[in-house]
């Protein structure tokens, strides 16, 4: 079990806009910076979102990201079929001194 | 262009020892600190420490001390993760990655290493 919880599957339609949520507590999301993550399948994972709401160079802005108190979300809109793949929420636990991972939620554009 | 090129797949057997290297190329080698990640296979990602190619430092998750340590050879801007006493969990795709703005935002990952532990 991880220390935030994500949903193990959203679903949505092709140009249609889905959230995933990650939850975690004081110790992480509550007091430190949430990153977003998208792996393909067979890839490495690639940073999609830092710094809560942050994108890196060359992410559309179909991503985005937000936190309130021990919760993130990631939002995607104009969904594509190459928007499939499993998404990551990540941060600092500061009683654990690691970094934490959600469980991964897979998304899949019907 | 930053690139992380990992060594290639690994088989061992229980009890033994793996390293994985990792090599830098497109920036300064000691500028950023390197993390290692590992997935199970259909499993999700486990974050397994981080070291500061500069200083050397290291931070390792409590699942793994004792049993894994990050080194670096700047000469070849080259990071490597050894675990010891591998056992059947340990099979996994380990990648190492490079923080951005912070350590563990990270921003620039390898290709992954397979390492199988089978007797």
């Known amino acids: 079990q991880s220390v935030l919880t994500q949903p193990p599957s959203v679903s949505a339609a092709p140009g249609q806009k889905v959230t995933i949520s990650c939850s975690g507590s004081?110790?992480?999301?509550?007091?430190?910076?949430v990153s977003w993550y998208q792996q393909l399948p067979g890839t490495a994972p690639k940073l999609l979102i830092y710094?809560?709401?942050k994108r890196p160079s060359g992410i559309l802005d179909r991503f985005s990201g937000s936190k309130s108190g021990t919760s993130a979300t990631l939002g995607i809109t104009g969904l594509q079929t190459g928007d499939e793949a499993d998404y990551y929420c990540g941060t600092w636990d500061s009683s654990l001194s690691a970094a934490v991972f959600g469980g991964g939620t897979q998304l899949t554009v019907l | 262009q930053v690139q992380l090129v990992q060594s290639g797949a690994e088989v061992k057997k229980p009890g033994a020892s793996v390293k994985v290297s990792c090599k830098a190329s497109?920036?300064?080698?000691?500028?950023?600190?390197i993390n290692w990640v590992r997935q199970a296979t259909g499993q999700g990602l486990e974050w397994m420490g981080w070291?500061?190619?500069?200083?050397?430092?290291?931070g390792y998750a409590q699942k793994f001390q004792g049993r894994v340590t990050m080194t670096r050879n700047t000469s070849i801007s080259t990071a490597y993760m050894e675990l010891s006493s591998l056992r059947s969990e340990d099979t996994a795709v380990y990648y190492c990655?490079?923080?951005?703005?912070?350590?563990?935002?990270?921003?620039?990952w390898g290709q992954g290493t397979l390492v199988t532990v089978s007797s």
């Open positions: 004081s110790s992480n999301i509550g007091n430190n910076y």
């Open positions: 710094d809560n709401n």
């Open positions: 070291m500061n190619p500069n200083s050397g430092n290291t």
């Open positions: 990655a490079r923080g951005i703005t912070a350590t563990t935002v990270l921003g620039y």
């Open positions: 497109g920036y300064s080698f000691t500028s950023y600190d």
